[in-house]
């Protein structure tokens, strides 16, 4: 099963806002809200950021949201802030009782 | 507080056998479904293999048939057994804990450190 499709890259400024896309199909994505995002700083395991589509852990600022529609789930960072600087993967359920992850997304404050 | 250790990496020639180790802490680990996901450094996640708290396991399609996950719930160990490992095997290998106990819905709350494996002649 190919990985979940995510930019590569996105990039914006202190204080905007970035979207990080994150696109599946039925038998993923689109079937299921078990959708969970994470972020990963260079030589670190990857933190858990958010669940089942839009819901976050404790601990994580408000400014991240998470949204789906369809088979393509999103990670909305707004307010960016230079420690955002990071590596972000989604994840997903499957029809097959296995997980599936993107293929991550670098976001960079510029 | 929750811990996860891995253990167990290292060089390993192609076709040879490694197993991992993932000593856990700070919770009921018998009533927790437990993750292994691997990393090849400098490139993206890839979920490897799944054991549940009733001993049902799930692979990836890369290592069906060549690993083996389990559990020893008397010492709060995960493992993972590799065979036939293969050069792209290479990776650093983290296990990881679901969020809620009893519960598969593959939601990684926390993670170890990882351990790297390398498989190379």
């Known amino acids: 099963q190919s990985a979940l499709t995510q930019p590569p890259s996105v990039s914006g400024s202190p204080g905007q806002s970035v979207t990080i896309s994150c696109t599946g199909t039925s038998s993923d994505v689109g079937g299921y809200n078990r959708v969970s995002w994470f972020q990963q700083l260079p030589g670190t395991a990857p933190k858990f950021m958010m669940y089942?589509?839009?819901n976050r852990p404790s601990g994580v600022p408000h400014r991240f949201s998470g949204s789906k529609s369809g088979n393509t789930a999103s990670l909305t960072i707004s307010g960016l802030q230079a420690e955002d600087e990071a590596d972000y993967y989604c994840?997903?359920?499957?029809?097959?009782?296995?997980?599936?992850f993107g293929g991550g997304t670098k976001l960079t404050v510029l | 507080q929750v811990q996860l250790v891995e253990s167990g990496g290292g060089v390993v020639q192609p076709g040879r056998s490694l197993r991992l180790s993932c000593a856990a802490s700070?919770?009921?680990?018998?009533?927790?479904?437990m993750h292994w996901v691997r990393q090849v450094p400098g490139k993206g996640l890839e979920w490897v293999a799944v054991m549940s708290y009733d001993g049902s396991d799930k692979y990836a399609d890369s290592v069906k048939g060549r690993f083996a996950i389990s559990r020893d719930n008397s010492k709060n160990t995960l493992y993972v057994e590799m065979n036939s490992l293969r050069p792209e095997d290479t990776a650093v290998y983290y296990c990881a804990r679901e969020r809620w106990d009893f519960d598969s819905s593959g939601y990684l709350e926390y993670w170890g450190q990882g351990t790297l494996v390398t498989v190379s002649s």
């Open positions: 700070g919770f009921t680990f018998s009533s927790y479904v």
């Open positions: 994840t997903s359920y499957t029809s097959s009782n296995t997980l599936i």
């Open positions: 089942e589509v839009s």
